[in-house]
């Protein structure tokens, strides 16, 4: 279901407390923006889903002691499938906005395509240089206007257990193990066919098929739609081939059949029933949040066949505010490079801006779970190398299609070609095609 992974994809997940936290913090009035702070302040409020990690980081406290004028508060939906629908009435009606308002990556271009007009251009307070280019782009309207300034974004690497590596004969180091793979998703799957001659009793290489078909579509430049608009799922080449792919690792036994974010899923992290899986940053807190005490230290990060990415968020501002200037200029603080750096560093959010990567709170940054591996050079490096991928309005639909009605049904016994007709069918039907 697509509220499980919007939570996550929010990249709420936690580096430091590392439990992937979700619980609705009412601090904000529920009436809309510009309300009066008391004693002359000026009150903006954020509408956000999940645990986004601005107040958790102390930014907001940050915020208004520089600007003594100010006061911040949040309102908080704990996941995105309730929040979202909520938004786009919301700006549908022009009504009961909050002075900014989050919108998750797999919303963006829904929003950008079709609210465009009801939010402010931000490109007039965040400066474009210092964001990644493909986030930056992810934002715009089509007459080339940038309603969302990014917070996060999840880049792909391959989190692995090095004790179940070495009992199945693989190389444990992070360097040789990427090498196993580097350039080709093929590759990869051969290496969960070696991992399986030899596998520990009771795993399997990966942990499902849902997080093996998303890091490999991650890394494609068109997916779900061209430059167009136009939906090609059906008939884009890259598409099949990622299905294909990981419905010959589910048939070949190489992945795990649950579905990703669910309870039976969670307990395969805790008996540590896999060997690896595809691993944005948010993914660590996630892994911590799920474990046993005696995994940490046994995992290890390395470099995915392509990078891509998966996960993220904006914050824009609607144009409809009673403090749309502060509005503004607090959005583009909140997700400059300093605070996106401290935000990476208490939150495990991992930021859109470049320049952060070389702020020790990231580039020095280490895992519990990871023990000494770089995460923040290898997360960094991932961002950095991503492509610049084409967003549809509806890429969450068919994204959840063909992980949650297409793969996972071969893992559970169908034919690839059943899965596959199941997840179009059920793709189209969502789509009203």
């Known amino acids: 279901m697509r509220a499980r992974k919007s939570v996550v994809l929010a990249a709420i997940a936690t580096l430091g407390a590392g439990l992937l936290a979700g619980c609705a913090d009412d601090g904000g009035d529920e ?13 903006i409020t954020l509408g956000l889903f999940g645990t986004m990690g601005f107040k958790e980081a102390g930014l907001y406290d940050e915020y208004m002691k520089l600007n003594p004028d100010i006061t911040i508060k949040e309102n908080v939906t704990e996941r995105n499938e309730n929040y979202y629908p909520a ?37 007039k307070y965040g400066k474009e240089s210092d964001y990644l280019e493909w986030k930056w782009k992810q934002a715009a309207t089509p007459d080339g206007q940038t309603i969302g300034l990014g917070t996060d974004v999840g880049p792909m690497a391959i989190c692995y257990r090095k004790d179940l590596f070495q009992q199945a004969g693989l190389p444990t180091d992070r360097e040789e193990v990427g090498k196993l ?7 990869f799957v051969d290496v969960g066919r ?7 009793d009771g795993t399997t290489f990966l942990d499902s098929p849902g997080g093996l078909i998303q890091a490999i579509l991650s890394s494609e ?13 059906k008939t884009n080449p890259a598409v099949k081939a990622a299905f294909d792919l990981t419905a010959a690792a589910a048939e070949d036994g190489l992945v795990g059949n649950q579905t990703q974010f669910q309870p039976a899923w969670d307990t395969t992290i805790a008996n540590s029933k896999f060997a690896a899986m595809s691993c944005p940053p948010w993914m660590l807190g996630y892994i911590k949040g799920k474990s046993k005490p005696e995994a940490a230290g046994k995992w290890d990060v390395a470099a995915a066949p ?13 144009k409809s505010g009673k403090n749309v200037e502060e509005a503004a200029k607090l959005a583009a603080w909140l997700t400059a490079p300093e605070q996106q750096a401290k935000l990476f560093k208490v939150q495990g959010n991992f930021p859109s801006t470049p320049p952060a990567y070389e702020m020790p709170e990231v580039k020095s940054a280490k895992n519990e779970m990871t023990g000494d591996a770089p995460i923040g050079e290898i997360f960094a490096e991932a961002a950095k190398s991503a492509p610049v991928q084409v967003i549809g309005p509806k890429d969450q639909v068919i994204q959840q299609g063909l992980t949650d009605n297409g793969v996972i049904l071969v893992a559970q016994g169908k034919s690839a070609k059943e899965a596959w007709d199941t997840a179009v069918k059920t793709i189209d039907n969502n789509l009203d095609q």
């Not at 070696?194 to 520990?200: E, H, L």
């Not at 392509?306 to 609607?318: D, H, M, Q, T």
């Open 194 to 200: 070696d991992y399986q001659k030899n596998a520990p």
């Open 221 to 233: 430049t068109e997916r779900f739609y061209n430059s167009s608009g136009e939906v090609i799922y």
């Open 31 to 43: 009436g809309g923006s510009g309300s009066s702070g008391g004693e002359g302040k000026t009150t």
């Open 181 to 187: 793979w580097a350039g080709d998703w093929e590759k």
């Open 306 to 318: 392509k990078s891509g990415n998966w996960g993220g968020s904006f914050l824009a501002v609607p």
């Open 87 to 123: 938004l786009v009435n919301h700006l549908t009606t022009n009504s009961g906005l909050m002075d900014i308002q989050a919108v998750e990556v797999g919303n963006i271009a829904e929003v950008a395509q079709t609210q465009g007009s009801k939010l402010v251009d931000l490109s």
